[in-house]
């Protein structure tokens, strides 16, 4: 039975990470695109100034495989079902941590993105085969890289994932 609920609503829980289908209507497309990739840019735009102050400073953006244009354009890949909003939302969170990446390429921030796999949350409904800690593990490893590390990537535990 499908329960609908408001734009907002759906904006809340998308961005408290809640499960729920998402539609391929507009305001679902939108708030998706809003907890992923507006709501961190305001956060490291923010931040840019106390990054800046810190000895090695890091971002790592959360991402998804399935923001891989590579592998969703490659019939050979299962990357999972089509999502109309979310696959596409962490492409442009990829396309922003690029971004930031460019801009700060004089810096010792090093920025990256990171694939966490399918972990058991609530977002998944707990019906991922990775529990939290190891899907933790990809991001901690980005955030206490090295100076000089590599910045501008998108990572999973197998290395690099292409964009």
Known sequence: MAVRISPARARERLCAGQAMWVTTGGASVRGTAVC???SQ???ESGKTATLRRSASPRIVNVSSAVASLTRQADPDIEIGP???????SKSFLNAVTVQYARQFADTNILINAACPGLVATDFTGFHGPRTPEQGAATAI??????DGGPTGSFFEDGGVIPW
């Open 36 to 38: 992923s990739v507006h």
């Open 41 to 43: 840019a305001r956060a």
């Open 82 to 88: 089509v999502m109309a909003a979310y696959s596409p």
């Open 141 to 146: 490893r980005l955030a206490t890289l090295p």
